[in-house]
């Protein structure tokens, strides 16, 4: 148990619905990072926030947006989904602003879009 | 980040020591090598890291050369809980850049 938690661990919906995956980093780390995992496409890194600031931003659709609250959960929205969107969507943190510092995983997030 | 060049497959018998190589000849001086892998599409998993000495905790052990180019983890007594798929990663880390970049990874299969 690496102690991030995403939620749901599956979900099935439509495509043009939106959906919001849920992340709750280890305790005491700043940094919530967001990666999506598809078949052909291998683990593709999406956004990362620290402590409440977007720090870095990677291959992330126009359509999905991301957001860390005061708390450090972090959401990622998907909107006006396609079916190319069904994917594994991994949250990860670490401390953060460290040389150094390690990145755990969580278990992940099953998006189909049917 | 410097790229990483690995095996795409690797078997090893049960009860054997399991040799991963990665190379990496393009490492700079403040960038780690990381290892991680990934159990049946399971978050990836931490497994070690180093920059230049060699390292071992209770999963695995990680050679580096002493030119950096390349290293190599060895999980010492494979088991069939091992078969995963195993990504070398080399990080530099600062503000702004702190992200992992997966490439291909081995995936390594260990045989009964």
């Known amino acids: 148990d690496s102690g991030v938690t995403q939620t749901p661990k599956h979900l099935i919906t439509a495509t043009g619905q939106r959906v919001t995956l849920r992340c709750s980093p280890r305790s005491g780390d700043l940094s919530v990072y967001w990666y999506q995992q598809s078949l052909d496409q291998g683990l593709q890194f999406l956004i990362q926030?620290?402590?409440?600031?977007?720090?870095a931003k990677g291959n992330i659709l126009e359509r999905f947006s991301a957001q860390q609250f005061p708390d450090l959960h972090s959401e990622l929205n998907l909107s006006s989904l396609e079916l190319g969107d069904s994917a594994l969507y991994f949250c990860?943190?670490?401390?953060?602003?460290?040389?150094?510092?390690?990145?755990?995983f969580g278990e992940g997030s099953w998006l189909t879009v049917v | 980040d410097a790229k990483t060049t690995q095996p795409p497959s690797m078997d090893c018998a049960e009860g054997r020591a399991a040799n991963l190589p990665c190379n990496h000849s393009?490492?700079?001086?403040?960038?780690?090598v990381y290892w991680y892998r990934q159990i049946h599409s399971q978050g990836p998993q931490y497994i070690i890291h180093g920059l230049k000495n060699n390292e071992t905790n209770e999963m695995a052990s990680l050679i580096i050369t002493e030119d950096r180019k390349s290293s190599t983890l060895i999980l010492p007594h494979a088991t069939l809980r091992d078969t995963a798929v195993y990504y070398c990663?080399?990080?530099?880390?600062?503000?702004?850049?702190?992200?992992?970049?997966f490439g291909t990874g081995t995936r390594l299969t260990i045989i009964p």
């Open positions: 926030y620290y402590n409440g600031e977007e720090r």
């Open positions: 393009t490492i700079s001086g403040n960038e780690y």
């Open positions: 990663i080399v990080r530099l880390s600062f503000f702004g850049n702190e992200k992992l970049t």
């Open positions: 990860a943190s670490s401390v953060g602003g460290a040389q150094g510092n390690t990145i755990y």
